[in-house]
C-alpha cells in the first residue's frame, strides 16, 4: 500500500500534464498461498472476474481519484506489458516512452518522477525555430 500511495502522490503532483491509469492484475501475493506482513488485506487467489473486481475495489479506495481498470480472468495485460507483479509505464501516442523495471525491486517511483520532470521542463522550455530565407 505504501508504493500506492507514492503512485497516487505522484499523479496528483503531475495531473497537469499526464494522464494515470492503474491497471489490477493477478494478485501477486494471495492470502492462502503467501501472506506479507505489510498486507493490509487478504486477498484470496481468484477465481472469477467478481473476485478481481472485489480485489481491485479495496486497491481504488487507497488511490482515490485514479482511474482503474481490471485485467481479464486470462492476464492478457500483465502478459502484454510484463508487468507480473507491478511495473510502471508512459506510453505516449501509441509508443511506450518509459518502461520502468518489474516489481518489486524494479519498481521505482523515482524514476517516472525524474522522467516526467524532464517532460515538463522541454513542455515549458520554449523552443526556437530558425527560418532561412
Not at 475495489?57 to 481490471?70: D, F, H, N, S, W
Request: net charge negative; hydrophobic share 40%; charged share 20%.
Amino acid at each position: 500500500m505504501a508504493r500506492l500511495r507514492s503512485f497516487q502522490r505522484l499523479a496528483a503532483h503531475f495531473v497537469d500534464i499526464a494522464d494515470f491509469l492503474l491497471v489490477y492484475i493477478e494478485e501477486a501475493h494471495p492470502s492462502h498461498c503467501w501472506v506479507s506482513s505489510d498486507a493490509a488485506y487478504e486477498i484470496p487467489k481468484h477465481q472469477c472476474l467478481q473476485d478481481r473486481l472485489r480485489a481491485a475495489q479495496l486497491m481504488q479506495e487507497g488511490a482515490p481519484g485514479c482511474p482503474l481498470a481490471v485485467d481479464t480472468m486470462d492476464n492478457a495485460s500483465s502478459a502484454a506489458y510484463g508487468a507480473y507483479f507491478e511495473r510502471l509505464y508512459i506510453i505516449q501516442e501509441e509508443m511506450v516512452m518509459y518502461q520502468g523495471g518489474r516489481g518489486p525491486e524494479g519498481y521505482k517511483i523515482s524514476e517516472l518522477r525524474s522522467w516526467l520532470d524532464q517532460y515538463k521542463n522541454r513542455l515549458q522550455s520554449p523552443s526556437t525555430v530558425v527560418i532561412q530565407v
